[in-house]
């Protein structure tokens, strides 16, 4: 298959518009992962009791227990309770809970 000049033409402008169109998406993306955060920093804490919070993460409740005792989870109490805000956890803060996604995804029960 041959190209003629006029589709190669074609073809070059539309590589020469890849910069300039990937810088605006870089844009665009930037100013709504912006507002996503600000929803995000404006929700209400999504507070669960201890075992909700070990279901939500696939640990044991007695490893939640620990990681509570520890200060190792942001938790709040209520009342005589205590509910652990899933909402400022993440895998780079709570221990062990990137590793275990993985195991758990995969299927594999070590």
Known sequence: ??????????ALEALLEVPDRLAAFER???????????????LPPLLVPVTEAA????????????WVR??????VRV???????????SPKTTPGVASQRVICGKGSHG
Do not use: C
């Not at 298959?1 to 074609?10: I, P």
């Not at 279901?55 to 620990?66: D, E, G, I, N, Y």
């Not at 009342?79 to 956890?89: C, H, K, Q, W, Y």
């Open 1 to 10: 298959m041959t190209l003629d000049a006029r589709a190669l033409t074609v």
């Open 28 to 42: 665009r993306f930037a100013s709504v992962e912006s507002q996503l955060s600000s929803l995000v920093t404006a």
């Open 55 to 66: 279901a939500a993460l696939k640990v044991s409740v007695p490893t939640m227990r620990r």
């Open 70 to 75: 520890a200060g190792a989870v942001p938790v």
């Open 79 to 89: 009342g005589n309770t205590i509910r652990v805000d899933l909402s400022r956890l």
